[in-house]
T-cell receptor
Framework: QKEVEQDPGPLSVPEGAIVSLNCTYS??????FMWYRQYSRKGPELLMY????GNKEDGRFTAQVDKSSKYISLFIRDSQPSDSATYLC???????????FGKGTTLSVSS | EAGVTQFPSHSVIEKGQTVTLRCDPISGHDNLYWYRRVMGKEIKFLLHFVKESKQDESGMPNNRFLAERTGGTYSTLKVQPAELEDSGVYFCASSLVGAKAEAFFGQGTRLTVV
């Protein structure tokens, strides 16, 4: 079993839709959870950084962490064509230590 | 403020040759990481520096890979001799030390070994 599981998609939605991206993990020691966005031929860009359980909102993006279920989510409201990218979840046990990544979900938002 | 910068952006070398990748972290970031993504796989951790010291090198695949960070500034990752399976995208990331250790990534170096 992989430490972090992420459905690779692809996921296709119309402009304006609400998008839900998810990851599950097996290591209960993970405490720091991140979502990265990666455009083709670019490096991962940090979107959200959360510690432990709970929600965090930043503009159209909301990150949720449910440690009891070992499940994290990223919601994108009012999705735009510019949101079309690969979304990667990543996590670690302690601040500043190695990140464990999911494989990434490819999202396509059509206008 | 400049982000994490990697050189070169793309390298094509023959099997058996040597390649050196360079990473310039964000100024003031003592944490520096190397990651690699091979085709079809997830991004995987290679190595972590705190300043000039190797904090964790558990992800280095074998002794053909040598990472250095002299003076605690930029870092190099040398592959010698390169093998076909070393092909992939090598990412560098940096972060502050402490609880606010958000890692920022460079654009990556795409290495192709032929």
């Amino acid at each position: 079993q992989k430490e972090v599981e992420q459905d690779p998609g692809p996921l296709s939605v119309p402009e304006g839709a609400i998008v839900s991206l998810n990851c599950t993990y097996s290591n209960s020691a993970f405490q720091y959870f991140m979502w990265y966005r990666q455009y083709s031929r670019k490096g991962p860009e940090l979107l959200m950084y959360t510690y432990s359980s709970g929600n965090k909102e930043d503009g159209r993006f909301t990150a949720q962490v449910d440690k009891s279920s070992k499940y994290i989510s990223l919601f994108i409201r009012d999705s735009q064509p510019s949101d079309s990218a690969t979304y990667l979840c990543a996590m670690s046990g302690q601040a500043g230590t190695a990140l464990i990544f999911g494989k990434g979900t490819t999202l396509s938002v059509s206008s | 403020e400049a982000g994490v910068t990697q050189f070169p952006s793309h390298s094509v070398i023959e099997k058996g040759q040597t390649v050196t990748l360079r990473c310039d972290p964000i100024s003031g970031h003592d944490n520096l990481y190397w990651y690699r993504r091979v085709m079809g796989k997830e991004i995987k951790f290679l190595l972590h520096f705190v300043k000039e010291s190797k904090q964790d090198e558990s992800g280095m695949p074998n002794n053909r890979f040598l990472a250095e960070r002299t003076g605690g500034t930029y870092s190099t990752l040398k592959v010698q001799p390169a093998e076909l399976e070393d092909s992939g995208v090598y990412f560098c990331a940096s972060s502050l030390v402490g609880a606010k250790a958000e890692a920022f990534f460079g654009q990556g170096t795409r290495l192709t070994v032929v």
